[in-house]
Each structure stands twice: as structure tokens, then as C-alpha cells.
């Protein structure tokens, strides 16, 4: 009997070990689920919140809406970032962006030119177009930075250039322009025939209002300019100018007509 008992107790004892083990590997498990299950309210809303607040994509459609967006972006890697930016956020097309910036440095080489001129003459002609042609590249310089462009003659001197092409035609025009009187007055009128020549052009792809109507001031300037400097050439000289550029009966067609108004870029007599 005591033999009985005893392997009772025993076996008793087992249960309640067993039991306690099997409570304390319970335990755990049942407290790490019901932290779960008892998570507050606000601390979900709290991260939602968050996460939204940095998501500008609708929550319902986030994967289309992403997937959209994605393939809407054009591939820009084989142009400068600044450039592509640009006419992204202009809304021009390229070929209105490079005609803005060649043409604020082809304005200032005429510019530049005649101030040169002048100071080897003393040819008040050529101080009062510089004066003009300040205003026409001024006019550029406007619808760079309208546009969000950047000028390539923002801090320029006189006579530098960032294209290379019109830093060669700057030093060639004047070094030839030196020579004489007479063939400073031809390097002044071969300069507006290479300007009138540009901007009609360019007139034939600017679809924006703004710069077509800065570069339709700017031809009228140039024509005037050409008349300008031909008449002067004969009166100084009595030489007669032929055309360089310019096919002869269009030549013919701008020194035979009246001096235009709104030649200055910006509706003003240059």
C-alpha cells in the first residue's frame, strides 16, 4: 500500500511539474499575441498619418498611380540636366531654347563691335546703333530669365563670348573693321545682314508669342541698322554696298524701303 502511494505521489508530482512547465512556455506566446490584439487605437491612426503625410498619391491608387508617373518621365540622359530641366519647365522646344542664348550673344557681338568701331573712328553712327543693339540684347536677356534660362552674357566684357563661332566672327569683324573707315561701314552693314538673315530664321519655328514678337522688333532694328549704315557708306565714301549675305533682291527690298518703328525690342523706335 505504502509502495502504492508512494509511486502515486510520484506520479502526482510529475502531473504538477508537467503542468507548470507547460504554463510557462504558454505564457509567452499568449502575452506577445495579446499585445498585439490590445494594440491602442491611436497608435495605428498616429502611423497612418504619418506615412500619408509624406505621400502626395492617392492611397487607393498608389501602384497605378506610381507606375504612371514613372513611365511618364522622359529619358534625359543624353542631354545636359540644367537644359532639359529648362525646357521642361518652360515649355519651349529646344530649338527655342538654343535660338534665345545664340541670339543674346549674336546681339551683343553687334553690340560690342560697333563700340570697338567707335572708339578706333569717332563715328557718332556707331556709338548711337551700339546704344540700339544694348536694348536688343537686353530684350534677350529678358526672355532668358523668363524662361528660366541661363545667359551665356551675363558678366561677359566686352569682345568675349561663349560661343566660340561668334568669339572667331567678333575678332575676324574687327580686325577687318580697323582697316578703314569705309570697311568698318561694311562690317557694320554685314553684321545686320547676318542678324536679319538669323531672325527671319528662327521666325519660322518660334511658336511662342513673347519671343516672336521680341524677334520681330529685332528685325525691324537690323533693317533699319542696314539703312543706316549703307546710306552712310555712300555719303562718306560714295561707294555703293553689295549684299554679302543676303540674296540682292531682298537686299534691295529693305535699303529701298522706309525707316520701321519698333525696332528696340520692345515696341520703340531704335
Not at 159 to 175: K, S, W
Not at 221 to 242: C, D, K, P, V, W
Amino acid at each position: 500500500m505504502k509502495s502504492i502511494l508512494k509511486n502515486i505521489s510520484r506520479i502526482s508530482v510529475l502531473i504538477i511539474m508537467a503542468g507548470f512547465a507547460l504554463q510557462a512556455c504558454a505564457s509567452p506566446t499568449t502575452q506577445i499575441d495579446q499585445s498585439v490584439v490590445d494594440e491602442p487605437a491611436e497608435t495605428a491612426a498616429a502611423s497612418v498619418e504619418f506615412d500619408t503625410t509624406n505621400e502626395v498619391i492617392p492611397e487607393t491608387d498608389q501602384e497605378t498611380s506610381v507606375e504612371t508617373e514613372a513611365s511618364s518621365v522622359p529619358d534625359t540622359s543624353a542631354e545636359p540636366i540644367e537644359t532639359a530641366v529648362n525646357v521642361l519647365a518652360s515649355g519651349l522646344s529646344q530649338a527655342e531654347v538654343d535660338s534665345l542664348t545664340y541670339m543674346r550673344e549674336e546681339e551683343k557681338l553687334a553690340h560690342d563691335v560697333y563700340l570697338t568701331l567707335y572708339d578706333v573712328w569717332g563715328l557718332n553712327l556707331f556709338q548711337n546703333i551700339a546704344g540700339s543693339e544694348q536694348t536688343h540684347t537686353d530684350a534677350v536677356a529678358g526672355l532668358l530669365y523668363t524662361y528660366n534660362i541661363p545667359d551665356p552674357a551675363d558678366t561677359s566684357p566686352v569682345g568675349a563670348f561663349v560661343n566660340p563661332d561668334l568669339q572667331t566672327l567678333y575678332d575676324d569683324l574687327v580686325a577687318w573693321g580697323s582697316k578703314s573707315l569705309s570697311d568698318a561701314l561694311k562690317v557694320g552693314a554685314a553684321i545686320e545682314e547676318i542678324d536679319i538673315l538669323d531672325l527671319e530664321e528662327a521666325l519660322t519655328f518660334i511658336n511662342a508669342n513673347d519671343i516672336r514678337t521680341v524677334y520681330q522688333n529685332l528685325l525691324k532694328g537690323s533693317e533699319n541698322h542696314l539703312r543706316a549704315f549703307t546710306s552712310t557708306l555712300e555719303r562718306q565714301t560714295g561707294e555703293i554696298y553689295e549684299p554679302q549675305y543676303m540674296d540682292a533682291d531682298a537686299y534691295e527690298s529693305i535699303v529701298s524701303a522706309d525707316i520701321q518703328r519698333g525696332g528696340r525690342g520692345n515696341g520703340r523706335r531704335p
